[in-house]
């Protein structure tokens, strides 16, 4: 049995989880609400403030859709109660990242500005030139927005320069060296 796939998911206060015939769950909170629609095979109930998910059988189709379907279940409910956030790190003399009406606006060592627009479900915040923090409910959003910002200009192993996220790590390289 999965282990990830048994356990319960609490629902907190304020936190109002629907789950119709076709097995879409529609989670409401205080941040806003979310969707989703799961194979028909995984059995989603919901009873005394707890989400449970269980599998019809051990087929591996099914192990494999039962922990999967649980913790998207919980990233729905985390995302309307607490939300999602990234930090990324612009490294590089000159770079630096501004944030102009809904626009996030970077100077990335290139001819030109690059600019990327915030949508409905991210909300993007530029505290320092050097930081950008990209928020929102939806997980798979919010890393999916970060990782296109980060497309941008990764960072490179020699000097380090581009867009990084906060907790990542970039292996250095020597330069070449002289005869």
């Not at 939300?83 to 790190?89: N, T």
């Amino acid at each position: 049995m999965s282990r990830i796939g048994r356990a319960p998911i609490a629902i907190p206060a304020g936190v109002e989880v629907k789950v119709n015939d076709e097995n879409v769950v529609t989670v409401k909170g205080p941040k806003g609400e979310l969707t989703k629609q799961f194979k028909p095979a995984m059995k989603i109930t919901v009873e005394d403030n707890v989400i449970h998910v269980t599998r019809p059988d051990d087929l591996k189709e099914n192990r494999s859709l039962h922990g999967l379907t649980r913790t998207l279940i919980n990233n729905m409910v985390v995302g309307v109660t607490q939300g999602f956030q990234k930090e990324l790190e612009v490294n590089g003399v000159g770079y630096r990242a501004a944030k102009e009406g809904n626009k996030l606006v970077m100077n990335l060592g290139f001819s030109h500005q690059v600019f990327m627009e915030e949508n409905e479900d991210i909300k993007i915040d530029v505290p320092n030139p050097n930081k950008i923090v990209i928020t929102g409910i939806d997980k798979q959003k919010v890393g999916q927005y970060a990782a296109e910002v980060r497309g941008k200009r990764p960072p490179e192993p020699y000097k380090g320069k581009g867009i990084k996220y906060a907790d990542e790590v970039i292996r250095r390289k020597e330069g070449k060296t002289g005869k």
